[in-house]
């Protein structure tokens, strides 16, 4: 079936560098999302998108980005996102909750589960709640000076999509906890915390982040792949879990067509052509 896109979120493939850009598309409103389930809701279309860039064989790396001075906004309280999501209004605890746990939720938690492609948000701006939490859940963040992290504290929420279970572990629990308690972290303490893992300038964000995925390229895919399940199976289990991961992965590999292509391009002493097998 074929990938049908939308204005709002851009689907930007690029082959021959091996890169799949997305990028939110509303900067008049600070990229804010459209919704969340849904065919029109602007979550399930980047799920769609990254499944589909996740199934290319062209694609390498996936960057989430935002068009103009933000990266998202968050979810966009009127207008276009209420019909994104139904028409939706306040409804009782139960059905908030019904909601959050088997619908709303688990769509953030598809981001981290890409199963091949390394994710990069490429947070250009403001990161705020939802849009906060889509960046949480990719693989690596790269921000620059206009970088900040906003949670749900002004609306009295709390970071319910799947923020409270990235922060501490990217953080650790002191610094997760005062982020959550204070509302707002800025990119030099992104950086200094772990949130990100790279603090460039904003002139050169999108050079360092095409540098980033040229270097995961030149990687053989298998081992990227496996290395991202077995780590994040491992956030949840113990040595014992991890060592049969490992173990297991390590004698696929050692048989793998990308690992006799790494063995002869360095004895070859040339550039080596992965094939993802």
Known sequence: MALETVDYL????EPEAGILWIKFNRPERLNALLGVEGPEGSVYKLIEYMKAGDDDPDIRAIVVTGIGRAFSAGIDVGGRAQRADGGRRLQSPEVV?????HTTTPLFFEISRMIRKPTIAMVNGVAVGMGMDIALHCDIRIG???TRF???QTVGQIPENGALYMLP???GLGQAL???YGGSLGAEDAYRTGVLNRLVTSDTLEQETRALCERITRCPPLVQWISKRIMRAGLDSGPETMMVLTSNAASILATSEDAV???SAV????????AGV
């Open 10 to 13: 851009l689907y930007e493939a």
């Open 97 to 101: 909750r019904e909601q959050f746990y």
């Open 144 to 146: 620059c000076e206009h």
């Open 150 to 152: 906003m949670g749900y």
């Open 169 to 171: 572990r990217l953080m």
């Open 178 to 180: 005062e982020f959550v």
């Open 261 to 263: 292509e790494a063995r």
């Open 267 to 274: 004895a070859e002493k040339r550039t080596p052509r992965f």
